[in-house]
C-alpha cells in the first residue's frame, strides 16, 4: 500500500517558488509527489521532496533542515517540517560574493549622492552607434570575395585555434539557409564585415586585402546578443543588458551591466541594480571608494552593482533603451538575405 504524505503541502506554503532564504540569495523550486510504502522509512533529504535548479542544490541542502523525526510511515497524514538554517547576516563591511545570484535581498539602495555619481558616468558614456557603410564603391569586390567565403571555396583564420578551417565545418548549418546576413563596417576601417547571427551565435568575418585572408573577427556562442552598431554589441534578455565597445580588433573596451532581479516574481518584487563601466584598461576602472563602499561585489565577473529605485534605473538606462530601439531599426537597412547580398 502507498501512502503520500503532507510534506508536499507544508514544503510549498514556506518555499514557495522564488522565496528567499534569508540572506541567501534567491531559490526556484517545484514540489515532487511524494509515496512511500507504508512502513517504510521517510526520506530525509529535502530534494525527496523538491526538485531544486542544479546550480542551487548545495545551498539549498546547506541551510535547510528537514525534520522527520515526528512522523512514521505507519500514520497517514502526519506533516513533516522545514527548518531554515539562518545564513549569516550580511557584513556591511564585506558586500563580497561570488556572483550576484548570491546578492542578499535586503539590499541597501544606494544615497543621492552615489545616485548622482552613478549617474553623471551613465550620462557620459557613448550607447549610440551607426552601422557605418564603408567604403561603398568597393562594395561589389567584398561581396564577391565573401561569396567565397560563405560557399566553402575559400578558408578563414580561426585566431582561437590558430588554424584555418572551412565554414562548413565551423557551423553545423548550411550556410545558405541562413535566413539574414549583415553587410556592414563593423570595425570602422572603411571597409564592410559580413556577420552571421542565429538563434545560439553571432559570428562576424572580416577580409584582410593585404594578406588576402579571411579572419573570424569576432564570435559568440550564446543567445540574447545582437548588434548595436559598429564596435557595440549588446547582451540584453529584456530583464537585463550588457552594452559593450569593441577596439578595432573585436576585443572589448568597456562593459555596462544592468538588471532588473525578481522581474517576474511578484511575491518578491523586483530589485533593480546597476553597474558602473568596466573598463579592460584597468587603470580606468579608478572609482570613489565611498561610492564603492554602497555596491555589492560580484567576485566572477569583477563588477559591483549598486540598488536603485525603479525611477532611478529607468532615468539611467533611458539612453541605452533608445540606442537599443535605434539599433533595431539601423541593422533592417544592412540585413540582406543570400540572394540579395549574392545573387541567384
Known sequence: MKVKTKIMLFLVSMLMLGIVLTGCGEISILPKEVQIELGEEVPSNVSDYIYIEPHMLEKIQSNVELDVSGIDSMTVGNIVSANEVPCQEENQNDRSYDSFLDFPYEMTYVDEEAYQYIQKIYTNIDWYSEF????????????????????????FFNPETGTEMYLNDFRSIENKSIDNYYFFDMDKDNAPEIC????????????????????????????????NGSLAMRWDNGSGA?????????????????????????????????????????????????????????????????????????????????????????????TYSYGELFGG
Open 196 to 227: 552571421l547571427q542565429s538563434e545560439e551565435s553571432i559570428s562576424i568575418f572580416k577580409y584582410d586585402i593585404d594578406k588576402e585572408q579571411f579572419w573570424l573577427w569576432k564570435y559568440i556562442e550564446q543567445g540574447h546578443y545582437a548588434l
Open 132 to 155: 557605418e557603410a564603408g567604403d561603398v564603391t568597393q562594395y561589389d569586390f567584398y561581396k564577391e570575395k565573401y561569396k567565397e567565403l560563405i560557399n566553402g571555396q575559400k578558408p
Open 242 to 334: 550588457v552594452f559593450y565597445n569593441l577596439d578595432q580588433k573585436g576585443k572589448e573596451i568597456c562593459s555596462v551591466s544592468f538588471m532588473i532581479r525578481n522581474a517576474y516574481n511578484e511575491m518578491i518584487g523586483p530589485r533593480y541594480l546597476v553597474s558602473l563601466p568596466r573598463y579592460a584598461e584597468t587603470d580606468k576602472n579608478e572609482y570613489d571608494k565611498n561610492i564603492l563602499g554602497q555596491g555589492y561585489y560580484d567576485r566572477g565577473q569583477s563588477i559591483y552593482y549598486f540598488r536603485v529605485t525603479e525611477t532611478q534605473y529607468d532615468e539611467l538606462i533611458k539612453d541605452y533603451e533608445k540606442a537599443y530601439e535605434t539599433a533595431k531599426f539601423s541593422l533592417q537597412n544592412v
